[in-house]
C-alpha cells in the first residue's frame, strides 16, 4: 500500500488545484518559511479524519478553506485528495478487491462536509476502519512533527500506550470490546427493563382475571337488556304506525271539509276583486276632480292674500313715513338737550375732584391710630391664647382621668361578674364525674392485640404467598427451561436424522433401490456401534462397505432385471470362524465394535481383520519398521500406517460421519426420553405450587377481611377511649383553668382599686388648678374686649373714609362717562337724522307702485271657477260611497266564509301534528331497530314464543330498567378485560421468551468480552515486547551508543501505562523527562521508528523532525530513515541540506502570490544553496 498523490484545491494556501504526486519511497518538501509547506501535512492529517481545528492550527473548521487574498476571493470550498495503490492487499473489507484506492474529503462555506472513497460517499467511521492497525489516521503515529514529538516527549505513560496500541493493531479489538460492552450494557438494561415489565405483567394479569369475570357479567346483561330493549322498540314501532294509519284517514275527511269552503271562498274572492277594480277607478277620478277644487281654492287663496298683502303695504309705508318723521323731530330736539347737560356735568365733574383730595387726607389721619391699637390687641391676645390653651389642657386632663376612673369601675364591675361566673362554673366542673375510661382502655388493647396477631398472619401469608409466587415463577421458569432442553434436543435429533436419511438416500443408487424393492433393506452402518472416538476410524477401514445392503441370501441379486448406475456393496451374513494370531502388543480393532445382530458377527470380523488400534499416528510411525506386511495400524483419527505406506484419511466420502450421527442419534432419543421426563415433573411441579398459591391466596383473603375488620373495630374503640381520656382531661384542665382565672382576677382587682385611687388624685389636682387661673383669664379678657372696641371705632372710621374716597372717586367716573356718552349722542343724533331723510324719499317711490284695483278683478274670476269645480266633485264623491257599500257587504261576507274555514283548518293541522308525532316516533324507533341491525321477524317470533308479558309495553319497559340497575351496580366495567388477559399472556409468554434470550445473549457477550481481552492482552504483550526491543536496537544507532527500553508501570497489561527509560552515552539511566531538548527528540524518534519496525506504516510523513537536530545526529537520523524507507514510503518537510541528500524526489512549495501556495520544480544545487 503505497501513497501514489495528494491532491488539494481550496485547502488553505492552495487555492488552485493542486496535485502532488509522489512516486518514490522518499520525497522531500522544500520552500522557504511561510510557503505552505506544513499545510501539506495538515490536509493529509484532514483528509485522514482530524474533527479538532486546533490539531489543524486554526480556531475553526471553516479555516480549512482559502479565506482569499488581496487578488483573490475566498474559495467556496476545500477538498483533499489521497490516491493509493493497494496491491498489496494490505486494506482489507469492501474495498480490499481494487488495486487503487481514493480517499477524498470536502467542507464547503455552508458547513457541509462529506467523505469519499473511490468516488462513493461514506462515513468518517469507514474511513477510520480502512486504516485500522495501519498507524494511520489522524492521531495515528504515522504523521509526525514537531508537536508529536514534543507530545511523545511529555506524554504521560497512559498517553504512550496509545501509540503501543495503534502499533499493535488493537483498534479493531477495542472497537469491537466497545460495541459489545455496548450491545452487553444495552442487553443489561433492556433485561432490566423486561424483568420490571414482567412484575408489572404479572400484577396486571391478577387485576384484568377479575375483571374479565365481571366482564362477563356485564355482556350477558347487556345482551340480556338489548335483546328486550329490541322487543319494546319493535312494539313501540308497530303501536306508532297503527296510530299514524288512524290519523291518515281523519286528515283526508277533514282536509275535503276544508276544499269545499275554500270553493265558496275563492268564488266570493273575484266578486270582490272586481268591485275593488271599480272602486279604484272611481277613487281616481275623485282624486282628479278634488285636485281641480283644491287648484281653484288655491287660486283665489294668492289672490286674497296679493290684495291683502297690497293694502298692508299702503299702510305700513303711510306709518312708517310717521315715524321717521317724528324721530326726526326727536333726534332734533335731543341735539339741542344734550348740548346744555354737557355744560352742566363739566362743572359737577371740577367739585368732585376737590372732594376726592379732602377725603384722602381724613383717611391719612386715621391709619396713624389704628397701627398702635393693633399692636396692643395682638398683645393682649397672646397671653389670654396662652392660658386658655393651659387651661384647656387642664380641663381635658381632668376629663381623662374622670373617664379612666369610670373606666376602671367598669373593668372593676366586669371582674366582678366574671369572678361570680367562674366561681359557679367551678362548682358545676367540681359537681361533674369523670368517665371510667379503664375498661374501655382495656377493650381497645383487646382488639389490639387481636387486630395484630391477624396482621401477622396477613403478612406470614403475603411472605408465603410471595414465597409461592417465587416457587410458581422458578417452577414455570424450570418448565419453560426443560421444554426449551426437550425442543432443543428434539431439534438436534430431527437434524442428525434427517442428515442421517438423507446421506441415505443421496446419490444416483436410490431410485434404483426404489425399482428393486431394497430401498428400506437394512445397510451394514446401522448393525453396528462404535466406541466413542472411533468412528472415523470404522469409516476410514470399512469406506464405502458401510453403506452396503445387508442381504440374507444371494438369490436377490440373482433376480435383478439390472445393474446398479453406480458402484454398490452387497453383503451376507457368514457362520465361518476366521482364526488368527494377534501379533503381541497389538489390539485388533474389532474389539471397539459392537455388532447388534450376532448373524453378522464373523461377517464384520473378517472386515476388520488385520486392522489394529494404534494410539496416535506417531506411535504408529515409529513401528512401521517392524510390522507384518498384513498388519494394518489404524488411529482414531482413520490413518492407516502399513509396513512401506501410509494412508492419511479425510472424510471425502458421502457416508463420512454416519456411525457417528447413528451413535448421536441414539444418545439424542435417550436424553429426549429423559427430558420428557424432566418436563413431567416440571409441569407437575407448576401445578402444585399453583394449587399452592392459590389456596394461600384465599386464606389471605380470609384473613385479610377478618383483619381489616379489627382494624376498624379497634380504630372505633381507639376512638371512644380518646374521647373519654380527652374529655376528662378537658374536664380537669378546665377546672384549672378557672382556677388560673379566678386567681387572676383577684390580681386584677386590687390593681384596679390602686389605679382608681391615682385617677382620682389627678383630677382633684387639675379642678385646683382651673379654679385658680379662670379668674386671671376672666379679667385678661374683659381688657382685650376693651381694646377690640377702640380698635372697631377706629377701623369703622377707616372704613367710613375709604367708603367715601371710593364713592367721590366713582361719581367722578361716572361723571366723566356721561360727558363722553352726551358727546357721542350729539353726534349720533346727526346722523340718524340724514338716514332717516334719505328713507322718507325712498317710502314715497314704493307707494306709488302698488296697484289694488287689477287684483280685485282676477279674485272674481277665480271664485267662478271653483265653484264649477266644487259641483263636480260632489257627483263624483257620492257615485264612490255607493260602490264603496256594496264592496263593505262582500268583504263582510268574505270574513264569514273564512271564519269558517279556520276551525276546519285548525283541525287538519292538529291532525297533521299528530300524524308527524306518529310517523317521528315510528321513524325514531325504525332508526334505533337499523342502527343495531334487529331483525323484526326474528323478534315477532321470538315475542310470540315468549309468554304474554313480553306483548306488554310497561312490562318490557321495567325489565329493561332492571338490567339497567343490575349494569350500574356493576360500577366501572372494563369491557376490554378479556381482550386485554388473553394479550397479556400472549404477551407474558412473549416476553419470557425474549427473557431467556437475553440472558443467553448476555452469557454469550460476555464470552465475547473475555475472548477479545484474552487475545487483545496477549497482542499487547508481544507488542510491548517486540517494540521494546526495536527501541533497544534503534537508540544506540541515533546516538552513536547508550541503551534504552520501555517498562510497564502496572500489572495488568490491558490498562497498564507504558514509560521511557533512556540512557545515552556517558550518562545515567533516566526517564525521558530528565534529557535535554536534543536528547529528548531524538529518543522520541527513535521510538516512533520503533513502532514502525513493529508495524510499517504505507507511508509516514515528518514535519522537521530534524529541526533540533545537530549535524551528526541528523546525519545518523537520516541514515536511519534511508534503512526504513524500504518498507515505509516517506514525505518529509525540512530544512537541512543533511535531510534533503536522502531525498529521490524533491516537491518545492513557492508563494509568488501573496496567500496562495503553488508546487514548482526544484533545482538540487538551489535547494542546498537556500540552506545555507
Known amino acids: 500500500m503505497r501513497l501514489t498523490q495528494i491532491k488539494l484545491s481550496g485547502f488553505k494556501s492552495f487555492v488552485d488545484t493542486t496535485v502532488i504526486p509522489t512516486p518514490s519511497q522518499l520525497v522531500g518538501v522544500v520552500g522557504p518559511n511561510g510557503c505552505g509547506k506544513s499545510n501539506i501535512i495538515d490536509a493529509v492529517r484532514w483528509v485522514l479524519g482530524e474533527s479538532r481545528a486546533s490539531e489543524l492550527r486554526g480556531g475553526s473548521m471553516q479555516d480549512v478553506i482559502f479565506n482569499g487574498s488581496g487578488q483573490r476571493k475566498p474559495a467556496a470550498r476545500a477538498s483533499v485528495e489521497l490516491t493509493f495503490e493497494n496491491n498489496e492487499g494490505r486494506i482489507v473489507g469492501q474495498w480490499g478487491s481494487y488495486a487503487e484506492i481514493s480517499v477524498r474529503r470536502e467542507l464547503t462555506r455552508d458547513g457541509s462536509s462529506g467523505y469519499f472513497i473511490n468516488g462513493q460517499q461514506v462515513r468518517r467511521r469507514d474511513i477510520n476502519d480502512i486504516f485500522l492497525g495501519t498507524g494511520l489516521g489522524a492521531r495515528g503515529y504515522a504523521i509526525i512533527g514537531q508537536g508529536m514529538i514534543n507530545r511523545l516527549i511529555e506524554a504521560r505513560p497512559e498517553e504512550l500506550r496509545v501509540y503501543l496500541e495503534e502499533a499493535a493493531g488493537v483498534s479493531r479489538y477495542k472497537e469491537r470490546r466497545r460495541e459489545t460492552e455496548s450491545r452487553l450494557r444495552d ?59 288512524q290519523h291518515f284517514l281523519a286528515i283526508e275527511q277533514a282536509q275535503t271539509a276544508v276544499e269545499a269552503a275554500m270553493a265558496d271562498m275563492r268564488s266570493t274572492q273575484t266578486r270582490l276583486e272586481q268591485l275593488r277594480q271599480q272602486h279604484l277607478a272611481i277613487t281616481d277620478e275623485v282624486q282628479k276632480a278634488q285636485q281641480a277644487l283644491f287648484q281653484s281654492n288655491a287660486t283665489v287663496s294668492r289672490i286674497e292674500a296679493e290684495i291683502h298683502h297690497a293694502n298692508t303695504a299702503q299702510t305700513r309705508l303711510e306709518q312708517r313715513q310717521a315715524q321717521l318723521q317724528a324721530q326726526q323731530k326727536e333726534w332734533e330736539q335731543l341735539h339741542e338737550d344734550s348740548a346744555q347737560e354737557l355744560a352742566h356735568k363739566q362743572e359737577e365733574l371740577e367739585d368732585a375732584a376737590l372732594l376726592i383730595e379732602e377725603s384722602l387726607a381724613q383717611l391719612e389721619e386715621i391709619l396713624t391710630r389704628v397701627e398702635p391699637a393693633e399692636a396692643q390687641q395682638q398683645q393682649k391676645q397672646g397671653q389670654i391664647a396662652t392660658l386658655s390653651a393651659q387651661l384647656q389642657q387642664a380641663k381635658q386632663q381632668k376629663a381623662l382621668a374622670q373617664q379612666r376612673i369610670d373606666s376602671l369601675q367598669q373593668q372593676r364591675s366586669q371582674l366582678e361578674l366574671r369572678q361570680q361566673r367562674f366561681e359557679q362554673d367551678l362548682l358545676q366542673v367540681q359537681a361533674d364525674t369523670p368517665v371510667d375510661v379503664v375498661d374501655l382502655k382495656e377493650n381497645w388493647e383487646q382488639t389490639q392485640r387481636a387486630q395484630q396477631q391477624e396482621q401477622q398472619a396477613v403478612v406470614h401469608l403475603e411472605a408465603q ?44 443408487l436410490t431410485d434404483w433401490l426404489q425399482d428393486q424393492g431394497l430401498a428400506g433393506s437394512t445397510r451394514l452402518w446401522q448393525l453396528l456401534q462404535v466406541q466413542p472416538g472411533w468412528e472415523q476410524a470404522i469409516e476410514a477401514v470399512l469406506g464405502q462397505r458401510l453403506n452396503a445392503v445387508a442381504l440374507t441370501e444371494w438369490q436377490a441379486l440373482q433376480q435383478l432385471p439390472s445393474l446398479p448406475p453406480a458402484r454398490l456393496w452387497f453383503m451376507q451374513p457368514t457362520a465361518t470362524e476366521m482364526t488368527r494370531e494377534v501379533p503381541a502388543g497389538l489390539r485388533p480393532l474389532i474389539e471397539l465394535v459392537t455388532v447388534q445382530d450376532a448373524r453378522w458377527q464373523q461377517t464384520i470380523a473378517q472386515a476388520l481383520a488385520d486392522y489394529y488400534v494404534a494410539t496416535d499416528l506417531q506411535a504408529a510411525l515409529s513401528t512401521i519398521t517392524r510390522l507384518p506386511p498384513h498388519v494394518h495400524l489404524v488411529v482414531a483419527e482413520g490413518h492407516i500406517v502399513q509396513a512401506h505406506q501410509v494412508l492419511l484419511y479425510a472424510p471425502d466420502a458421502e457416508q463420512a460421519g454416519v456411525l457417528a450421527r447413528q451413535q448421536a442419534i441414539e444418545q439424542q432419543q435417550k436424553a429426549l426420553v429423559a427430558q420428557q421426563v424432566h ?90 388648678f ?17 381694646a377690640n372696641e377702640q380698635l372697631r371705632l377706629l377701623r369703622e372710621q377707616q372704613r367710613e373714609a375709604e367708603q367715601k374716597s371710593e364713592r367721590l372717586k366713582y361719581e367722578q367716573g361716572m361723571l366723566q362717562a356721561r360727558v363722553d356718552e352726551l358727546l357721542r349722542s350729539r353726534q349720533q343724533a346727526a346722523d340718524l337724522g340724514r338716514r332717516t331723510q334719505a328713507e322718507l324719499a325712498g317710502l314715497v317711490d314704493e ?88 331483525d323484526r321477524q326474528a323478534l315477532a317470533v321470538l ?21 339497567n340497575r343490575a349494569v350500574e351496580a356493576l360500577g366501572a366495567v372494563n369491557l376490554a378485560a378479556l381482550e386485554e388477559l388473553q394479550t397479556a399472556q400472549e404477551r407474558r409468554f412473549y416476553l419470557q421468551s425474549q427473557h431467556d434470550d437475553l440472558t443467553l445473549a448476555i452469557e454469550t457477550l460476555e464470552d465475547a468480552i473475555r475472548k477479545i481481552d484474552r487475545e487483545t492482552r496477549a497482542l499487547l504483550q508481544n507488542t510491548f515486547n517486540e517494540v521494546n526491543t526495536h527501541f533497544g536496537e534503534l537508540f544506540p544507532r541515533l546516538f552513536g551508543g547508550g541503551e534504552a527500553k520501555l517498562i510497564m508501570t502496572g500489572d495488568e497489561v490491558l490498562d497498564a501505562g507504558v514509560q521511557v527509560m533512556a540512557q545515552p552515552p556517558g550518562k545515567r539511566n533516566s526517564t525521558i523527562q530528565l534529557l535535554s531538548g536534543g536528547e529528548k527528540a531524538l529518543t522520541a524518534t527513535a521510538l516512533v521508528f520503533a513502532f514502525f519496525k513493529l508495524n510499517p506504516a504505507p507511508f509516514c510523513l515528518l514535519d522537521e523532525v530534524d529541526a533540533p537536530l545537530d549535524d551528526a545526529n541528523t546525519e545518523r537520523y537520516a541514515k536511519l530513515v534511508q534503512s ?26 513557492t508563494m509568488q502570490e501573496q496567500g496562495v501556495s503553488r508546487i514548482v520544480a526544484v533545482d538540487m544545487a538551489a535547494a542546498v544553496e537556500m540552506t545555507h
Not at 432442553?485 to 438423507?502: G, N, S, V
Open 943 to 963: 315475542v310470540q314464543e315468549q309468554n304474554a308479558d313480553w306483548q306488554k309495553v310497561t312490562w318490557l319497559q321495567s325489565e329493561v330498567q332492571r338490567v
Open 847 to 934: 307707494y306709488e307702485q302698488v296697484d289694488v284695483q287689477e287684483l280685485h278683478e282676477q279674485l272674481q274670476e277665480a271664485l267662478e271657477l271653483r265653484v264649477e269645480h266644487e259641483e263636480a266633485h260632489q257627483e263624483i264623491q257620492k257615485r264612490q260611497s255607493e260602490m264603496a257599500a256594496q264592496l263593505h257587504d262582500l268583504q263582510h261576507n268574505q270574513h264569514q266564509t273564512g271564519d269558517g274555514i279556520e276551525p276546519l283548518r285548525q283541525k287538519v293541522m292538529e291532525l297533521q301534528l299528530a300524524e308527524q308525532a306518529a310517523r317521528m316516533t315510528v321513524e325514531q324507533y325504525a332508526e334505533q331497530l337499523d342502527g343495531h341491525q334487529v
Open 1124 to 1149: 526504513m524507507s524500504d518498507q515505509t514510503q516517506f514525505l518529509f518537510i525540512s530544512h537541512n541540506k543533511i535531510a534533503m541528500h536522502m531525498a529521490k524526489q524533491l516537491v518545492g512549495v
Open 770 to 786: 382651673l379654679a385658680e387661673h379662670e379668674e386671671q383669664l376672666m379679667a385678661w379678657q374683659d381688657e382685650l374686649h376693651q
Open 187 to 245: 442487553t443489561r438494561e433492556n433485561l432490566t427493563r423486561l424483568e420490571d415489565i414482567l412484575q408489572e405483567l404479572e400484577q396486571q394479569l391478577i387485576r384484568l382475571e377479575a375483571q374479565a369475570e365481571v366482564a362477563k357479567t356485564y355482556r350477558a346483561l347487556q345482551a340480556e337488556g338489548e335483546q328486550k330493549q329490541h322487543v319494546l322498540w319493535w312494539l313501540r314501532e308497530k303501536n306508532a304506525r297503527q296510530e299514524q294509519k
Open 679 to 768: 418436563v413431567a415433573a416440571a409441569t407437575e411441579a407448576l401445578e402444585r405450587a399453583q394449587s399452592d398459591y392459590i389456596a394461600t391466596q384465599q386464606a389471605h383473603s380470609k384473613t385479610q377481611t377478618r383483619w381489616q375488620d379489627l382494624v376498624q373495630q379497634a380504630h372505633e374503640l381507639q376512638l371512644l377511649y380518646q374521647q373519654a381520656e380527652q374529655s376528662n382531661q378537658q374536664q380537669q384542665q378546665r377546672e384549672q383553668q378557672l382556677q388560673r382565672e379566678l386567681q387572676e382576677i383577684q390580681e386584677q382587682q386590687a390593681e384596679l382599686v390602686e389605679q382608681i385611687e391615682e385617677a382620682t388624685l389627678q383630677s382633684e389636682d387639675q379642678a385646683l
Open 465 to 508: 404467598m410471595q414465597q409461592q409466587q417465587a416457587q410458581q415463577k422458578q417452577a414455570a421458569t424450570a418448565l419453560q427451561e426443560q421444554e426449551r432442553e426437550r425442543t432443543q434436543i428434539q431439534a438436534q435429533l430431527d437434524a442428525l436424522q434427517a442428515l442421517q436419511t438423507q446421506v441415505q438416500q443421496q446419490g444416483k
